[in-house]
């Protein structure tokens, strides 16, 4: 039996998930940082607890990314100085900063480069940001190769995905019972 989505409930995973599900028996996501990195050897944890955030931070840039695209192809038009580009700038930049900050180890290097081209493909779209985008002709033809970096720079992050060292582009655990979790 399905909640209805009416349910006033303060939880809006209940408006997803079945009542007997075991989702609500889960206790919170504890706020350790060490969870889900499953070794043992310091270099790669630290390796791990440095990329997380950055691993993570560029997933959700392409994805504000890609709806920021979808935005401007229905409207015909991207505003550079709209509050929600220049969010997204400014995490590319800080982000660029801070995977060069991270110490990398011997082992993990081809990884790290993985990450950090992947990074390079988002910031070359951010960096192609301007005036000129202001006719719908521009945004058309810079649409389509934006689009194709972006799914570059996906593809790079999720080939990246390292299980052990918590690196996951999405995190299934607590998928909605529709997709059959749990069965």
């Not at 993990?108 to 000129?132: I, N, Q």
Request: glycine content about 8%; aromatic content about 6%; overall charge negative.
């Amino acid at each position: 039996m399905k909640l209805d989505i009416t349910d006033a409930s303060p939880f809006v995973s209940k408006m997803v998930h079945l009542h007997e599900c075991a989702v609500f028996d889960s206790p919170e996501p504890a706020l350790d940082p060490m969870i889900d990195i499953q070794t043992n050897r310091d270099e790669m944890i630290l390796y791990a607890l440095q990329l997380r955030p950055c691993y993570h931070r560029i997933g959700r840039i392409i994805g504000q990314l890609g709806g920021l695209f979808i935005l401007a192809q229905a409207s015909g038009r991207f505003e550079v100085d709209f509050g929600a580009v220049a969010v997204v700038v400014e995490q590319v930049e800080q982000t660029v900063a801070a995977i060069h900050a991270v110490k990398v180890p011997k082992q993990t290097e081809r990884h790290h480069e993985r990450l950090v081209k992947a990074l390079g493909l988002v910031a070359s779209v951010t960096a192609e940001f301007g005036d000129s985008m202001r006719t719908p002709e521009r945004i058309r033809e810079r649409l389509g190769l934006w689009t194709k970096r972006l799914k570059n720079a996906n593809a790079m992050v999720s080939g990246a995905a390292v299980d052990r060292l918590g690196l996951m582009p999405v995190d299934f655990s607590h998928a909605c019972c529709n997709c059959g979790v749990g069965d």
